[in-house]
Every structure is written in C-alpha cells, then in structure tokens.
C-alpha cells in the first residue's frame, strides 16, 4: 500500500540556514512523488516532482529532493532559508488508478516557521 | 498545466442547509478528484469523479453527504449537504496526472 511519512510536524530555522524537511515514502511500486507548498490563506503549488527520471530533482525557489529508493526517502532541501519560504509543506505519494492518472496520498505536512 | 477556477472561495452557512461548490477546468480531464483539509490538517482526498459515471467514495465518505456531479469533461460540483460544523474545513479540487497535480484555490467552509 502506498503511504507517506513526514517525520516533523514543525521545523524552525533561522533565515540564510539551510532547509530540511525530511519524508519517508511506502509503495508497492515505484512511485511518483511530489512537494507542495502551501502559504497562509493560499492555494497549493507544487514545488518539484519525481517521476522516475534524475533522482535529484530541482523545483522552484532554490528547493531541491532526492529519491533514495534504498532508504524509502525522498527528503526536501534548501541551502539558505530566505523568510517568504515560511510555509505548510506536504509531500506526496501517488496510488496508481489507471494510465496516466493516480490518485494522491498526502503526508500530515511540516509547518517550516523561519527567524529573521 | 490545467487552470481551476474554483467557487465559492469562502462561505458562512447555517447548519442543516446544504452548500454547492464548483471547480471549472480550462481544459477537458479524464478525472477530478475533490479533497477535503480540516483546521490544521493535511489533505484528505473525498471522491474522484469521472466523467459519465458516479463518483468513486473514499472510505468515510459517502455519497448522500457528498454528493458530486460531471456533468462534462471541464466541471464538476461537490455538495455538502445537511452541514454540521464538522463539516466545517477547507475543500479542494483537483485534476492532473503523473506530471504533476493542479488544485484549485479552495472554498473554505464555516458552518455555524
């Protein structure tokens, strides 16, 4: 069964600091996963996807993650903070439902709070 | 990727009445998916709704509290009917597929 795991609810960080947000991922197959980010009172968008290609994926904003299927993770990255990444962040893990199209399995999500 | 326009973006409702959200998409998708993020919850995915057939419920949801149309291959509606302020949370539709999923900006729901 496909399943995802973030392992912090809240991560504090200085700003110029760098980021991580860490997620674990379960799935019977090789998934696609994706990081969104949500903003105080705003839609989601989505930050960086991994759909089997490069295991090091580059999203928007300087974010980055890398898929390691050995340790079932797919961790998100920053390497300085900057204030406006303050945020709800949810990684997510699809369930195949048929050709080209899966239904998403969204973690509990990492509220990031970053300090002046 | 696909643009929702979603509405209404908020409402305050009084319990037992029921309530009519709309997601428009600029092009035509297979599946729409409506989800539904409690206070300070992750997302929770309702019903996925195709296009000629009766939407398929999650666990925990059914159809008579839920109910969904799709009409065509750009809409779809959720209602939310007799609300109680449970019911009270943000709700969400999406479409998309392996590239990536668009989600619209939300109706965000009081039940008083």
């Known amino acids: 069964a496909q399943s995802v795991t973030q392992l912090d609810s809240h991560v504090s960080v200085s700003e110029g600091t760098p980021v991580l947000l860490r997620c674990n991922y379960s799935s019977s197959y090789s998934p696609s996963l994706f990081w969104y980010v949500q903003h105080p009172n705003k839609g989601l968008q989505l930050l960086l996807k991994y759909t089997s290609a490069a295991t090091l994926v580059k999203g928007i904003n300087g974010f980055e993650a890398e898929f390691k299927k050995s340790e079932t993770s797919f961790h998100l990255t920053k390497p300085s903070a900057h204030m406006s990444d303050a945020a709800e962040y949810f990684c997510?893990?699809?369930?195949?439902?048929?050709?080209?199209?899966?239904?998403?399995?969204f973690g509990t999500g990492t509220r990031l709070q970053v300090f002046p | 990727s696909a643009v929702i326009s979603q509405k209404p973006s908020r409402d305050i409702c009084q319990r037992g009445t029921s309530l009519t959200i709309q997601c428009q998409v600029d092009?035509?998708?297979?599946?729409m998916f409506w989800y539904r993020q409690q206070p300070g919850q992750s997302l929770t995915l309702i019903a996925t709704a195709n296009q000629g057939s009766e939407a398929t419920y999650e666990s925990g949801f059914v159809i008579d509290k839920f109910p969904i149309s799709r009409p065509n291959l750009t809409f779809s509606t959720l209602t939310v009917s007799n609300m109680s302020p449970e019911d009270s949370s943000i709700y969400l539709c999406?479409?998309?597929?392996?590239?990536?999923?668009?989600f619209g900006s939300g109706t965000r729901l009081t039940v008083v």
């Open positions: 999406s479409v998309g597929g392996s590239y990536g999923y668009t």
């Open positions: 092009s035509q998708v297979t599946m």
């Open positions: 997510v893990v699809t369930l195949f439902l048929s050709y080209n199209t899966d239904k998403l399995i």
